[in-house]
């Protein structure tokens, strides 16, 4: 069995070594502390590898995070890489880590339509019977190992289609409300269903949350969205599906229209069905045009940041991670699909690429002293 020991000691060779004498870490407090006084919870994305060879790195996780979710140790990819084969190592990594520091972990990303290992696509379309039973054999194992350690899973990621005139459309084909994945094509919206009772019935504690991006702007669009997850929530619990969170991802983009109305109410709805509300994976991708200088940037990241993230906890939101929390190491400046093309890399992070606090991090704080 694997387990709390499996999880730590799966021959990763990653201990927390964010505890070795004579790192320096920032001085004050973090964000994470600032924001426990408030009631809420702050975290962020990590990266195991990371956080076992990068001394600065680590200390920033010590020092500004509660909470650490896997940036992709918990993916499918990364667990099951081959059929029935399962390595918690990289996700032991982020483990033991987290124990040293005393952090709290999340799970990102039971199902997912991305970070699929090869084989995996091919089993599910093989039909039905075989996706269910694929399906189930990934949760039973990986809640299994991860029961005494993760207390809230992103149990679906990402099952909404993009509504047309979104600036994702293109990327998305859509079937309806939902996105065109392998997961639809085998067994129907269904599996979401099916993904949160199989969870529910593995570790009947466990948190489950349901992730999307794209849930945040004032655009139609946006509303679209804000829409198709209400009614999948108020569907699911119409059909007795247990479903405890929504989680906005908050990729943030400052050319998008804001107004906190929309998220609050949306928020605000959710709440009212039970449902708690989480910003899982907040960063900001600044507009097509930058205003002059680093400070003017740097404020019309934090200015946006402190509305969105103000509305959400204004609105009853008490957990917030960033997807990172510098912009060294950002997908934001390494995947070619984000990243600017211009030359110039991304803010949009409360650290930047030498781990100093930026206007960010003091929007963050702020927000949660206003909390
Ligand atoms: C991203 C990672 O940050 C990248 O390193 C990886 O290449 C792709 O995935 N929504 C999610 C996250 O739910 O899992 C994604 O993470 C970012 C978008």
Redesign the pocket.
């Known amino acids: 069995m694997l387990g709390l020991a499996g999880l730590g000691l799966a021959g990763c060779g990653t201990r927390a070594r964010g505890q070795q004498p004579g790192m320096v870490a920032p001085a004050g407090d973090g964000l994470g502390e600032l924001a426990r006084a408030r009631g809420i919870t702050f975290g962020s994305?990590v990266?195991a590898e990371l956080l076992g060879r990068d001394p600065l790195y680590a200390a920033a996780v010590t020092t500004e995070a509660q909470l650490l979710v896997p940036?992709?140790e918990a993916?499918w990819e990364a667990l099951q890489p081959r059929e029935g084969e399962f390595d918690f190592g990289p996700l032991g990594g982020v483990a033991s880590f987290a124990q040293a520091q005393r952090k709290q972990l999340r799970g990102?990303?039971l199902v997912?339509h991305?970070?699929m290992p090869d084989w995996l696509p091919p089993a599910l379309a093989e039909g039905p019977a075989r996706a269910r039973a694929v399906l189930a054999a990934h949760i039973d194992a990986v809640l299994g190992a991860t029961q005494p350690v993760i207390r809230d899973w992103?149990v679906v990621?990402?099952v909404l289609a993009n509504p047309p005139g979104s600036r994702f459309t293109e990327q998305t084909p859509a079937r309806g409300v939902f996105r065109d994945s392998p997961w639809l094509r085998a067994l129907g919206p269904e599996y979401i269903e099916l993904a949160l009772r199989l969870a529910r019935q593995r570790d009947p504690t466990l948190r489950l949350t349901i992730?999307d991006?794209g849930l945040e702007g004032d655009t139609p669009w946006a509303e679209q969205k804000r829409q198709a997850m209400l009614a999948l929530v108020r569907a699911l619990l119409a059909a007795r599906c247990p479903v405890d969170a929504v989680g906005l991802?908050a990729?943030l983009q400052l050319d998008e229209p804001f107004r906190p109305e929309p998220l609050a109410g949306f928020i605000q709805s959710l709440r009212s069905l039970g449902i708690a509300v989480l910003i899982?994976?907040l960063d900001v991708r600044e507009g097509a045009r930058l205003p002059p200088g680093l400070e003017a940037r740097d404020a019309a990241v934090a200015a946006y940041v402190q509305q969105v993230v103000g509305t959400a906890l204004a609105a009853g939101c008490r957990t917030v991670l960033t997807?990172?929390l510098s912009d060294r190491d950002?997908?934001l400046v390494?995947?070619p699909?984000?990243a600017r093309r211009d030359g110039q890399q991304h803010r949009g992070h409360p650290l930047d690429a030498e781990f100093r606090r930026k206007a960010m991090w003091q929007a963050l704080a702020l927000s949660f002293a206003g909390a």
């Open positions: 994305a990266q940036e992709w993916k990102h990303a997912w991305k970070a992103d990621n990402e992730n991006y991802q990729h899982t994976e997807w990172g950002s997908w390494q995947d699909d984000v």
